[in-house]
């Protein structure tokens, strides 16, 4: 009872502090923007320490944060070699293909009124397909390297990214697409200096998007074939050794990735699309 208190302690006192920085004065601060999150994390992280060693949880059901801090250390090498093989070459390379194949498609549909109308439901149709129900029908066709997890990759991003592009490039009004027409524009002219421009907004939000189903995608297509390496095979293997600690390790690689990924993603929206009124800071 006394580690439950303790851990309630932890929460209220996380929480008070997260307050008043999310309530002061510099709180639209870069540095209180980074700080609550950070916080709330190391709360939740410090709550899970004292819950899990003062109720004496086994390790097979949740380790420890520092359990798995521990593994985290002694197998560097091993998870460096995993992310390489799931995210560098798998992850990335389906995203890159996927997105920017998803991008030449919704062009081509947008000019096309037929492709739009037969093509977006069979993408509605395809992304609703359970990926552990195709992924293993990829990794037979392309085999147990990282070309299946980028097969499986860009099956999940590229509708995703097609229907946020088409929406984009139908987002401009008929005024706007009229007054190109005065100034005697062409279909390439309006494309590339009204259309895509105004379209960017929702093609880095399919961006996005794609960057956490990619590698979601990437780890999946590991449970069903995959070299002696990576972030997929390890958890598999690992949770049939009950190593938690190294599951959840190889979890925090992921975690940190994506996260990672996204942010990067975002700051190049932001960079892109400075004048939209979604990147005005107030």
């Not at 009204?194 to 960057?211: D, E, H, S, V």
């Not at 189903?213 to 002696?228: K, M, T, Y």
Request: charged share 10%; proline share 5%; aromatic share 12%.
């Amino acid at each position: 009872m006394i580690y439950v208190l303790f851990a309630l302690i932890i929460w209220v006192a996380g929480w008070g502090l997260n307050t008043v920085i999310a309530n002061g004065r510099g709180a639209n601060t870069s540095a209180a923007r980074i700080s609550v999150p950070i916080l709330f994390g190391l709360t939740v992280v410090l709550m899970w320490e004292v819950l899990v060693r003062g109720l004496n949880v086994p390790p097979v059901i949740l380790p420890a944060p520092t359990a798995i801090l521990a593994a985290f250390k002694a197998n560097t090498a091993v998870l460096w070699g995993d992310f390489q093989q799931t995210f560098l070459k798998g992850a990335l390379a389906g995203y890159l293909i996927g997105c920017g194949s998803a991008f030449l498609v919704a062009i081509i549909v947008d000019r096309y009124d037929f492709l739009r109308r037969g093509l977006l439901p069979v993408g509605n149709f395809v992304a609703a397909l359970p990926i552990v129900g195709t992924a293993p029908i990829l990794v037979m066709w392309f085999g147990f390297d990282w070309q299946s997890k980028a097969a499986v990759v860009v099956v999940m991003v590229f509708f995703p990214m097609l229907v946020n592009t088409v929406a984009g490039l139908r987002d401009t009004s008929v005024m706007q697409r009229d007054l190109m027409r005065t100034y005697g524009a062409s279909y390439m002219q309006t494309l590339l200096k009204l259309r895509i421009p105004a379209a960017m907004p929702f093609i880095f939000n399919g961006l996005k998007i794609a960057t956490t189903l990619a590698l979601i995608g990437a780890i999946v297509a590991e449970f069903f074939g995959s070299p002696v390496k990576g972030m997929g095979f390890r958890i598999s293997t690992s949770v049939g050794q009950l190593a938690l600690d190294m599951v959840w390790a190889e979890i925090v690689v992921a975690a940190i990735a994506g996260s990672l990924f996204y942010g990067l993603i975002a700051k190049i929206e932001a960079w892109v699309t400075f004048w939209h009124p979604s990147q005005r800071k107030h």
